[in-house]
């Protein structure tokens, strides 16, 4: 079946730093990769997405690439402020049938100012 | 404008009581879901419905049950509650599949059953 695979967290990180989560899928075929974030005491929101190998996802300066060789899709920021401390959920969707969505098990982080 | 709506936003409640979360989306989805989040965050789908149409029913007791009575609202009845449905529950809707379309969620419905 299909699953998602995050590092465990939490992960603290001081303002300015770089960020990594690692995130790896399981998927027969191609699905679409996904990284949404979660505020605190707020739904999830998209963060950003890819929908084929090689294609790189950006938004509020994250970015994540999707790699097929290596089935993976890690989330990177080059440099973390106070209010990206969230949770993070990696999720895959099979194209182009079936209605679910796939979240890995989700990455807290906090930053320190 | 709320895209997706929840309510009530916390539902605190005694086991063995019968409760419902109505969930609205105004973004003319035609795919509703519920999830359901634990105390660790992991989110687990429990629900979804295509237009009216239930399509995806995982391992949930049967003491869930959702009602779609029109394609902009999935309702969660919960029928004699017990400890362990204490969690946040997300709806969530989608358009229908067409590419990579993404989900957008609604704020959660904390509840609370002691």
């Known amino acids: 079946g299909n699953s998602v695979t995050q590092m465990e967290g939490p992960v603290t990180l001081s303002e300015e730093a770089f960020l990594t989560i690692n995130c790896t899928y399981t998927a027969t075929g191609y699905p679409s990769l996904f990284w949404y974030v979660q505020y605190p005491g707020e739904g999830l929101q998209l963060l950003l997405k890819?929908?084929?190998?090689?294609d790189k996802g950006s938004n509020k300066g994250f970015e994540a690439t999707y790699r097929k060789e290596t089935t993976s899709f890690h989330l990177e920021k080059g440099s973390v402020q106070v209010s990206d401390s969230a949770v993070y959920f990696c999720a895959l969707k099979k194209p182009p049938l079936g209605q679910n969505f796939v979240f890995g098990p989700g990455t807290r982080l906090s930053v320190l100012p | 404008d709320t895209a997706v709506s929840q309510t009530p936003k916390y539902l605190v409640t005694q086991m063995g009581n019968d409760k419902s979360i109505k969930c609205e989306q105004n973004l003319g989805h035609d795919t509703m879901y519920w999830y359901k989040q634990d105390s660790k965050k992991f989110l687990k789908i429990m629900f979804s419905?295509?237009?009216?149409?239930?399509?995806i029913n995982e391992t949930v007791p049967n003491r869930f049950s959702p009602k779609s009575p029109d394609k902009a609202h999935l309702n969660l009845h919960i029928n004699s509650l017990e400890l362990g449905d204490s969690a946040v529950y997300f709806c969530?809707?989608?358009?229908?599949?067409?590419?990579?379309?993404?989900?957008?969620f609604g704020a959660g419905s904390r509840l609370t059953v002691l």
């Open positions: 419905y295509n237009n009216k149409e239930l399509i």
């Open positions: 969530a809707s989608s358009p229908r599949d067409a590419g990579a379309n993404v989900l957008t």
């Open positions: 890819a929908t084929k190998a090689d």
